[in-house]
Structures are given as C-alpha cells and as structure tokens.
C-alpha cells in the first residue's frame, strides 16, 4: 500500500499578463459561435497602449475549470486527506518541462511557483529527508 499525501487541484485557473493574451471580434454578422471570430489582439493592445497603459502590467486570470459540486475541498474533505495546494494552468511550467529546466529556478515569478513551493514544503513535512545534505550529494541529474 502506498499512502495518499494528499490532493493538489491541478489546472485551477489560469493567470497571465494583459499583453500575452489575445483578443477576438464576433463577427459583424453575429456569428453563432462557431469560433469564426476575428483574431484583434494588435489593435486592442494598441487602444490600452494609449488610453490605459498601466493595465499592461496587470495580471488577469479566468477560472478555466470551475468546480463542480464541492471541487478539490469537498473531495479532500470526503477522503479526509489535506489539499496539498490549487496549481494554475501556467505556460511557464509546460515550457520549462519540455526544455528540461527547473520551472522554480527558470520562472521564479511565475503564476505557479508558489504552489508548487507550498506543495513541495508540504511533502517534505510528510516525508523529511534522513540526512538533507547527504541526499542533496546523492541527487544525479537525468538528462
């Protein structure tokens, strides 16, 4: 038996500077939503260029994935173990994945980091390492 530490929600929103989002236009026509929209991100960057640029520094975030029923809590709740932490859907991770590099090191100021900080503070609680110096000398990195 392996035991269950506990639950991380994963992909819980998703968060992201203003000027790395894109902008679509329905069509003149109304469309119905068959994504025939028009791609406008230049020309909306442009407008919040000149009439608000503070807003280029702002983060903005979408709950991608709403919860149903009572989401990740209620199912920690119903298996009585802790939620560990709530990760974004963040582009960083995804990128230091494929380019095998520490996303924490890479991304320090990346939506996800602190989570997976929590998490992994967290799981060092559960699991405290015997002698932390000696498993940091036995670490091989896996290329």
Do not use: W
């Amino acid at each position: 038996k392996v035991p269950v530490l506990g639950l991380v929600e994963n992909m819980a929103s998703f968060k992201d500077l203003l000027p790395n989002l894109q902008f679509f236009r329905k069509p003149s026509d109304g469309g119905d939503g068959d994504g025939g929209e028009e791609e406008c991100t230049a020309e909306i960057l442009t407008k919040i260029q000149t009439h608000l640029p503070e807003l280029l520094q702002c983060t903005v975030g979408a709950n991608v994935f709403p919860p149903s029923g009572g989401g990740p809590t209620a199912m920690a709740q119903q298996y009585n173990i802790p939620l560990l932490a709530s990760l974004p859907l963040d582009p960083n991770l995804l990128k230091s994945c494929d380019e095998g590099l520490c996303f924490v090191d890479e991304f320090p100021n990346s939506s996800g980091v602190y989570a997976m900080n929590v998490i992994a503070d967290k799981l060092l609680e559960f699991c405290p390492p015997d002698d932390e110096e000696e498993l940091e000398e036995d670490i091989e990195p896996v290329i």
